[in-house]
Protein backbone atom coordinates (compact mmCIF):
# COMPACT_ATOMS: atom_id res chain seq x y z
CA UNK A 1 0.00 0.00 0.00
CA UNK A 2 1.26 3.37 -0.71
CA UNK A 3 1.57 6.25 1.78
CA UNK A 4 -1.39 7.63 0.20
CA UNK A 5 -3.62 5.14 0.64
CA UNK A 6 -2.34 4.70 4.25
CA UNK A 7 -2.93 8.75 5.32
CA UNK A 8 -6.27 9.40 7.00
CA UNK A 9 -6.45 12.67 5.37
CA UNK A 10 -7.09 11.33 1.84
CA UNK A 11 -10.77 11.90 1.00
CA UNK A 12 -12.84 9.26 -0.10
CA UNK A 13 -11.93 8.69 -4.21
CA UNK A 14 -15.11 6.59 -5.69
CA UNK A 15 -18.48 8.64 -6.53
CA UNK A 16 -21.08 9.01 -4.28
CA UNK A 17 -24.34 6.97 -4.84
CA UNK A 18 -25.82 8.82 -8.27
CA UNK A 19 -29.25 9.39 -6.39
CA UNK A 20 -27.37 10.73 -3.44
CA UNK A 21 -28.69 13.74 -1.67
CA UNK A 22 -26.68 16.89 -1.11
CA UNK A 23 -26.07 17.66 2.16
CA UNK A 24 -27.70 20.28 4.26
CA UNK A 25 -25.17 23.22 5.60
CA UNK A 26 -26.63 25.79 8.17
CA UNK A 27 -23.67 28.19 9.19
CA UNK A 28 -25.68 30.63 10.76
CA UNK A 29 -28.05 28.18 12.85
CA UNK A 30 -28.63 30.96 15.91
CA UNK A 31 -29.34 33.71 13.34
CA UNK A 32 -28.76 37.92 13.74
CA UNK A 33 -31.31 37.86 10.80
CA UNK A 34 -34.46 38.11 12.38
CA UNK A 35 -35.92 37.18 8.34
CA UNK A 36 -34.90 33.77 8.89
CA UNK A 37 -36.87 32.73 12.17
CA UNK A 38 -40.51 32.15 10.81
CA UNK A 39 -43.34 33.45 12.89
CA UNK A 40 -45.26 30.06 14.74
CA UNK A 41 -47.61 32.01 17.06
CA UNK A 42 -47.71 35.81 19.14
CA UNK A 43 -44.14 35.44 20.01
CA UNK A 44 -43.26 32.35 19.06
CA UNK A 45 -41.26 31.45 16.00
CA UNK A 46 -39.01 28.63 14.32
CA UNK A 47 -35.54 27.89 12.53
CA UNK A 48 -35.79 25.69 9.78
CA UNK A 49 -32.93 23.68 9.80
CA UNK A 50 -34.31 20.05 7.99
CA UNK A 51 -37.57 19.77 6.25
CA UNK A 52 -37.37 15.96 4.95
CA UNK A 53 -41.16 15.57 3.59
CA UNK A 54 -39.49 11.90 2.18
CA UNK A 55 -39.64 10.98 5.49
CA UNK A 56 -41.80 12.80 7.32
CA UNK A 57 -39.84 14.75 9.71
CA UNK A 58 -38.66 18.17 10.64
CA UNK A 59 -35.18 19.78 12.41
CA UNK A 60 -35.49 23.05 13.89
CA UNK A 61 -34.70 25.74 16.93
CA UNK A 62 -37.89 27.13 18.38
CA UNK A 63 -37.77 30.61 19.80
CA UNK A 64 -39.87 31.26 22.96
CA UNK A 65 -40.00 35.53 23.97
CA UNK A 66 -42.97 35.08 26.29
CA UNK A 67 -44.05 33.44 29.21
CA UNK A 68 -47.00 30.96 29.79
CA UNK A 69 -48.82 28.45 28.16
CA UNK A 70 -47.09 27.45 24.82
CA UNK A 71 -49.13 24.64 23.63
CA UNK A 72 -51.16 21.28 24.16
CA UNK A 73 -49.84 18.98 21.75
CA UNK A 74 -49.81 15.21 20.71
CA UNK A 75 -47.12 13.35 19.41
CA UNK A 76 -47.92 9.81 17.75
CA UNK A 77 -43.91 9.55 16.86
CA UNK A 78 -40.96 10.34 18.70
CA UNK A 79 -39.64 13.64 19.31
CA UNK A 80 -35.65 14.96 20.39
CA UNK A 81 -35.16 18.29 21.76
CA UNK A 82 -31.75 19.79 22.93
CA UNK A 83 -31.99 22.94 25.36
CA UNK A 84 -30.17 25.64 24.02
CA UNK A 85 -31.46 28.84 26.27
CA UNK A 86 -33.61 28.93 28.91
CA UNK A 87 -35.87 26.67 30.23
CA UNK A 88 -39.31 25.15 29.98
CA UNK A 89 -41.38 21.96 31.22
CA UNK A 90 -44.74 20.03 30.45
CA UNK A 91 -47.60 20.44 33.17
CA UNK A 92 -47.87 16.94 33.40
CA UNK A 93 -44.35 15.88 34.21
CA UNK A 94 -42.51 16.99 37.35
CA UNK A 95 -39.23 17.58 35.24
CA UNK A 96 -37.95 20.64 33.92
CA UNK A 97 -35.87 20.67 30.55
CA UNK A 98 -33.02 22.89 31.16
CA UNK A 99 -30.27 24.65 29.20
CA UNK A 100 -27.64 21.95 28.30
CA UNK A 101 -30.95 19.30 28.70
CA UNK A 102 -31.77 16.67 26.18
CA UNK A 103 -35.40 15.31 26.00
CA UNK A 104 -36.68 12.10 24.41
CA UNK A 105 -40.24 12.38 23.86
CA UNK A 106 -41.64 8.70 22.99
CA UNK A 107 -44.86 7.86 20.95
CA UNK A 108 -48.52 9.08 22.21
CA UNK A 109 -46.86 11.23 24.54
CA UNK A 110 -49.54 14.24 25.31
CA UNK A 111 -48.28 17.46 27.01
CA UNK A 112 -48.70 20.75 27.29
CA UNK A 113 -44.97 23.07 27.20
CA UNK A 114 -45.10 26.23 29.70
CA UNK A 115 -42.21 28.79 29.83
CA UNK A 116 -41.67 29.88 33.33
CA UNK A 117 -42.43 33.57 34.05
CA UNK A 118 -39.04 34.44 34.83
CA UNK A 119 -37.37 33.24 31.26
CA UNK A 120 -36.74 35.51 28.81
CA UNK A 121 -36.10 33.31 25.73
CA UNK A 122 -35.93 29.78 25.10
CA UNK A 123 -34.32 27.81 22.14
CA UNK A 124 -34.63 24.70 22.19
CA UNK A 125 -33.72 22.28 18.91
CA UNK A 126 -36.33 19.91 18.24
CA UNK A 127 -36.74 16.77 15.98
CA UNK A 128 -39.92 15.96 15.11
CA UNK A 129 -41.41 13.11 13.27
CA UNK A 130 -44.55 12.80 11.75
CA UNK A 131 -47.66 15.02 12.96
CA UNK A 132 -48.12 17.23 16.08
CA UNK A 133 -51.66 17.42 16.82
CA UNK A 134 -52.98 20.35 19.35
CA UNK A 135 -55.64 19.20 21.88
CA UNK A 136 -57.23 20.15 24.20
CA UNK A 137 -57.45 19.11 27.70
CA UNK A 138 -59.71 15.84 26.71
CA UNK A 139 -57.68 14.79 23.51
CA UNK A 140 -59.90 16.94 21.36
CA UNK A 141 -57.99 17.71 17.97
CA UNK A 142 -57.93 21.04 17.28
CA UNK A 143 -55.18 21.56 14.43
CA UNK A 144 -52.19 19.78 13.23
CA UNK A 145 -48.72 20.80 11.81
CA UNK A 146 -46.17 18.49 9.52
CA UNK A 147 -43.54 18.42 7.44
CA UNK A 148 -45.77 20.25 4.65
CA UNK A 149 -47.22 22.87 6.69
CA UNK A 150 -44.08 23.68 8.06
CA UNK A 151 -42.81 24.13 4.48
CA UNK A 152 -45.65 26.30 3.55
CA UNK A 153 -45.35 28.63 6.59
CA UNK A 154 -41.54 28.53 5.70
CA UNK A 155 -42.01 29.79 1.82
CA UNK A 156 -44.95 32.40 2.46
CA UNK A 157 -42.70 34.10 5.44
CA UNK A 158 -39.42 33.92 3.36
CA UNK A 159 -41.58 35.54 0.08
CA UNK A 160 -43.00 37.89 2.68
CA UNK A 161 -39.78 39.33 4.00
CA UNK A 162 -38.05 39.42 0.50
CA UNK A 163 -35.74 36.51 0.43
CA UNK A 164 -37.71 34.63 -2.04
CA UNK A 165 -40.32 31.94 -1.72
CA UNK A 166 -37.39 29.67 -3.11
CA UNK A 167 -35.19 29.94 -0.17
CA UNK A 168 -36.75 27.47 1.53
CA UNK A 169 -35.63 25.06 -0.66
CA UNK A 170 -32.06 24.73 1.21
CA UNK A 171 -33.55 23.39 4.17
CA UNK A 172 -36.09 20.88 2.28
CA UNK A 173 -34.71 17.06 1.30
Known amino acids: MSDRQNDPRTPYQLPFPKDALDEIV????IPEDDRLWVPQADNVWFRPLCLNRSQGYWMNLLKVRKAGVLSRHRHPQPVHGFVLKGRWHYLEHDWVAEEGGYVFE???ETHTLVVPDDV????TFFQVNG?????DPWGEVLGYEDVF??????R???AEVGLG???AERFIR
Do not use: S
Not at 131 to 135: E, G, P, Q, W
Not at 149 to 154: F, N, S
Open 156 to 158: KHF
Open 149 to 154: TKIDLC
Open 131 to 135: VMCYV
Open 106 to 108: PPG
Open 165 to 167: EDY
Open 120 to 123: DEMI
Open 26 to 29: VPDA
